[in-house]
């Protein structure tokens, strides 16, 4: 059964990822110490694997200079201390191999599932863990009893581990007495290192039931109900009345963008009076011409007083004003359908400046300039075919 929000909503949504993220904040990853115990185990088998070779002559070295002590040092104090300081310092350096082993692992061995992360939070007293309704519900939970057959299930495996070892070694065990120092110490590195293996394989089989049961749990612990994914959508977004402000005033900037660029155009073509658009071209740095501007109704006439207050050429052609503005944005080139139109537009222009300037005839403004019927649109933005 999928549990319940605080407004009696069945959590039935994955988590989000921002749900994810704020659980990191706070501590909580999915952690498996039965697989920092086989991370452990594991790597002390290698490390004794390893290191036995040195372990074994050190402490078989240890061995022997802590048994033959010449008489006049048997009664001096401060040589005796010294033999105690040296034994050890030995054993510590002879085992220093596999503990630095062993510190690595226990270091490594939290984070193979999870990942690494401090919080303050998780650290922190949490007054919910004293209450001692709460307890009892956590006590007779499912996750309890998930937990204590896990346990049984632990106890088994080591416990089978642990009776094996001594079927296949408790007579060698009781032999080694019979054996000489180095060989008992040998002998017992080789028993070390198989019981180490067997109870690494051992782990490696608890590790391999945990960690899914953990993975399931956590991600099973931060569903979300529906009302939780609406009431982080209106957090993370903001509020729909918000969000309806916010693209307002994004057009107003980009409408305010695109007016400063007006002035910069070359020529302006209008509806005349529901759609105005402002065309720029520089046949030495440009390969297509580029809308700078564009606006319905208020904008187009403020489109055209801009055009007019910097002198810049209005032509009137409703077709190719509609089919500018419905294929195109701002600072975008203008489609190739629609080279030609412009390319006419743009001639007249053009001409009219020289003729201006007294070079050349007058030029014929513009009347008929062919648009593709499949870029033909009505005031509304549908093809006019």
């Known amino acids: 059964m999928a549990e319940e929000d605080d407004s009696g909503q069945e959590k039935t949504e994955e988590a989000s990822s921002r749900k994810i993220e704020k659980a990191r904040e706070e501590g909580q990853i999915p952690r498996s110490r039965d697989l920092t115990t086989t991370v452990v185990l594991l790597l002390a088998t290698i490390g004794l694997y390893v290191f036995a070779d040195f372990m074994a002559d050190k402490i078989i070295g240890i061995t022997r200079a802590s048994f033959v002590i010449p008489r006049e040092t048997i009664f001096d104090t401060n040589a005796m201390i010294g033999l105690l300081a040296g034994a050890i310092y030995d054993g ?51 996750n309890s ?55 690494s394989v051992t782990t490696i089989l608890i590790a391999a039931i945990d960690i899914p049961i953990q993975i399931y749990q956590y991600n099973k612990k931060l569903k979300m109900s529906r009302q939780d ?5 209106k957090d993370t977004d903001g509020k729909p009345e918000v969000k309806g402000r916010i693209r307002q005033l994004q057009r107003e900037m980009a409408q305010r963008r695109m007016m400063g660029n007006v002035p910069q155009a070359d020529v302006v073509i209008t ?42 050429e209005i032509i009137q052609s409703p077709v190719l004003a509609r089919a500018i503005f419905y294929t195109t944005d701002a600072d975008e080139e203008i489609p190739a359908g629609l080279y030609l139109a412009v390319a006419q537009v743009l001639a007249y222009v ?12 007058r030029p014929q403004y513009p009347r008929n300039i062919n648009v593709p019927r499949d870029m033909r649109y009505d005031a509304k933005g549908k093809l006019d075919n």
Not at 229 to 233: I, P, V
């Open 92 to 142: 510590l350096f002879s085992i220093a191999p596999l503990m630095a082993v062993l510190v690595i692992a226990s270091i490594f061995g939290p984070i193979a599932l999870g990942g690494f992360i401090f919080s303050g939070k998780a650290i922190a007293p949490q007054l919910n863990r004293m209450d001692p309704l709460a307890g009892l519900k956590r006590m007779f939970s499912m």
């Open 145 to 199: 009893l998930i937990e204590l057959l896990k346990s049984v299930a632990k106890v088994s495996l080591i416990l089978w581990a642990t009776v094996l070892i001594l079927q296949m070694y408790a007579q060698e065990m009781f032999r080694m007495s019979d054996e000489s120092v180095g060989n008992a110490i040998i002998h017992s590195l080789d028993i070390s290192i198989f019981a180490t293996i067997l109870l």
């Open 229 to 233: 994914l609406k009431d982080e959508s």
């Open 271 to 312: 509806n005349p009076e529901h759609f105005s658009v402002a065309l720029r071209y520089d046949p030495e740095t440009m390969d297509v011409p580029i809308m700078l501007a564009k606006g319905g109704d208020h904008m187009a006439m403020k489109i055209r007083e801009i055009a007019n207050a910097h002198k810049i």
């Open 350 to 361: 053009f001409q009219l400046r020289n003729y201006r300037k007294g070079k050349g005839d």
